[in-house]
Nanobody, 116 residues
Framework: QVQLQESGPGLVKPSQTLSLTCTVSGESITANYYTWNWIRQPPGKGLEWMGHINYSGNTYYAASLKSRTSISRDTSKNQFTLQLSAVTPEDTAVYYC????????WGQGTQVTVSS
């Protein structure tokens, strides 16, 4: 059974960098041909795909967030990490890590609030 678990601070100050880690169990993040995604949902809005890192370590980002987003991985820990810089209150959302291709396994989500 594949499981994903997000971890990181629930409160970030404006202009700082948000950093979240997803720990994966039950599947290697290097296994063909999956992608490992970050998706968020702001309050009262729909899901927004932020980007992914694929099985070979290549990254792809949503155009609207590309300048502020970085996704990396630690294969020894079977984890992948999201960093979102220069956050504003508009980045307040529930953040999910998701196995993709297809999107079949989701973490439970973690609430991140951007506030001073």
């Amino acid at each position: 059974q594949v499981q994903l678990q997000e971890s990181g601070p629930g409160l970030v100050k404006p202009s700082q960098t948000l950093s979240l880690t997803c720990t994966v169990s039950g599947e290697s993040i290097t296994a063909n041909y999956y992608t490992w995604n970050w998706i968020r949902q702001p309050p009262g809005k729909g899901l927004e795909w932020m980007g992914h890192i694929n099985y070979s370590g290549n990254t792809y980002y949503a155009a609207s967030l590309k300048s502020r987003t970085s996704i990396s991985r630690d294969t020894s820990k079977n984890q992948f990490t999201l960093q979102l810089s220069a956050v504003t209150p508009e980045d307040t959302a529930v953040y999910y890590c998701v196995r993709g291709n297809p999107r079949d396994y989701w973490g439970q989500g973690t609430q991140v609030t951007v506030s001073s």
